[in-house]
């Protein structure tokens, strides 16, 4: 079972953008860890001594406070922006998929060509892709809130009843990959797995028309 | 002889309708732990099921109630009595009153607490078991049709009273800070932790009826056929309706503590507390803002302007980084002394900024597409409340104890309670970062061995068992401590604040006399001879 | 006049500004209904911070004990049960809360006797 793989254009985004959170995080760790085990170490009680330090330092502060302004800006500048390649749909073009989510399993259809999977409890849907291929989803819940998660391409939508959700995701790498229900549904919400099989658009063509 | 005059009286029945705010307090913060005992039942069952993969201890069914309850008992009946019982006891004390206002009103809101507790946990009594549709109780999953059963409808009831018990709690502290602060205890004077008392009290009052709004409406709905939260939209409104509750409450638990760290970072470090106006400033702004990010509960609804939501979160590094760099600065040019309310201090600065840390990161909608719903934000919010909030609280027992009993916990145990807690919390809660992010949704029952997950799980169960040992270590500590006491006197810790003025424990009236009050740490200033 | 009305003040403000960009940042109209409603709340707490004063309290006039109250509280949960359980237990509630609000206005009442004696 593919984990960690770059398998898909989502996948790419999330990625580049959690690595400039990852290192901004790992930074200020080390600054404030680094900062308190100075404080620890050098200003222990050494006698009966009380200390008349200065007790603000407004300007320093003033300007941390900027400096942490500006670093929060920039981090939801690039979230912005990587929000804003992710979110879009397609009015056309790739494949169409609708997922029909439902206690406790899912379905999905290819409207384009009138091809349905249906999951049961025994058997989970796989949902087979060609890879490469702008793929459009369309999302509904028959009950409760679900939600369709796909690790390895670190994207999930949760589906609503009767209101439809709409996202387009890509998938770069021929595989078979996990797929989960992500928002609690009640008793077999732990049996709601699924599958993503990512296949060439020859055997994707040769599937669909079975 | 008038009503007024009544004698005080001791034994249970002083007990149950006493208006004494220290009484409250202490009643509050007593079957407070008793829940947290319960709930922390609950979470060991949960990690003891999680261990390995396979269902061995529990069905689906008694897993669902199980992480239904705990959440619920936890922040219902734990974290935010807790909170507001620690402000009972002490705001008073800190502003030099001799009462809270409206105690009557606190009287009520202390009984509210447990009658709702009550009401909640008869739901495991009950033919369909205790509510399980998580603490959260989203529509639709929380409607008649798919939650049958009086559990659901006890957890409504019983969440609506110990909401309204928390309101009324906060009311009386709000007012008695308005109406009873001492001569010279101007609002820029307030102690550290008063402060952020005053901030928990007004996002209590701002965010708390939203929760009693939609879980009356839902209510409504189980039971007369009305159609409030039908279809994705009745869905979304419940979830604006929770949230806005829903994330200000996670603010409500947390600044009373992180007051606390305030207060036992300066007394132990010998000085006043660094950037005290920053300080301020910082947590009406911090508290504010808290106010305006709760739909980031719902980014990968879609049903949001994830725009608005994102940059509200991230901005919350800002007041935050503030009040560390206050916090730090009271360490760095003091005299720190390491006793278990410091340890657990300094504890809660190095684990609560993990948790703060990887909220940031939470606030970022394509990352939270993949990490939402999954253990990486079960990770998250246990770094916040209990390497943080619970942390901080415990920092303020140390701290506190002898001054409301008389008595000092012993130091050797608490430092025992400390290590094993944060050994405990890291390797609990750590791991879940990363079966969350390898796939691990949360308020799962069971994992497939294929999930790759089953390593990260057994780290995780075996942590709880150490945070487990732990807790008996404080539990054993309180009782030895009360059993076989040794006299803390009015200030064992050469405290700032107008608390420790007095004897330990107050008198009823809290004060005989009062010394002069000219900044926000009256007995320091006394002690280096500044008034 | 309260000078802790002030801060108060300030985090109306605060909310209010914050609930104005929601406005024009977000379509649906619930979340800023919501977030209005809260902070229009918070400008009534305010007010009354700003309007009622200060007053130093150097002797407590509330009795140690107070059994209204606790017969409060059990009233109101018995209602919010009986909306559950029957009408019965709501009704019987109504009752319990009248007999310990009365209760409560006469520990008020006993309160003020002794003030002014």
Redesign the interface.
Known sequence: MARGLAIGDTYSKVSDLFSVYEWVMIVVAVLVYGAVFYAVLRYRRRGDEYRRGTDKRTITESIYALVLTAIAITLFTLTYRTEGRIDPVAAKGGVRVDIVAFQWQWQFGYPDFGKTVLGKQDQPATLVVPVGTLIRFDGVSRDVIHSFWVPAERFKRDEFPGTHTKFDLTFDRVGTYIGRCAEFCGLHHTDMDFFVKVVQRTEFDRWVKT | MSVATLPRTAGLVGWIASTDHKRIGARVATYSFGFFLVGGVFALLMRTELARPGLQVVSRDTYNELFTMHGSVMFFLVMTPLALALGMYLVPLQIGAVDIAWPRLALVGDWLIPSGGFTMLMGFATNHGAAKSGWTAFAPLSDITRSPGYGQDLWIVGAVLATLGAYALAVSILVTVIRFRAPGMTMLRLPVFTWSMVVTVLMVIASFPALVIALALLFVDRHFDSEIFAGAGGATVYQHLFWFYGHPVVYVIFFPFVGAVGEVVATFSRRRFFGYHALVLSLLVFTALSMSVWAHHMFATGRVTNQYFSLTSTLLAVPAGVEYFDLIGTMIGGAIVFSSAMLFAIGFILLFLIGGLTGIIVASPPIDYHVHDTFFVVGHFHYTIFAGSLFGFFAGVYYWFPKATGRLLREGLGKLHFALYFVGANVTFFPMFIAGWEGMPRRVADYKPIHDLSLVNLISSIGSGVLALGTLVFVWNVWVSMRRPVLAGNDPWEGQTLEWWTTSPPPRHNFDSLPPVKSYAPLYDRRMGET | M???????A??AA??TV??T??AF????N??KV??FA??A??WV?AL??LV???????????????????F???A??ML??G??VGLWLVLIGVGALVIGLAG?G??LA??R??ASS
């Open positions: 309260s000078r802790a009305g002030v801060p108060l300030v985090w605060f909310l914050l609930a960009v929601l940042w977000e379509h649906d619930v979340p919501i977030f809260s902070a709340l918070m707490v009354y911070a009622r004063g200060r007053r130093l309290v150097r002797t407590r006039v509330t009795p140690d004990l107070s059994y209204p109250a606790v409060v509280a059990l109101i949960a919010a049960l909306a559950l409560v006469r520990e006993a309160q006797r002794a």
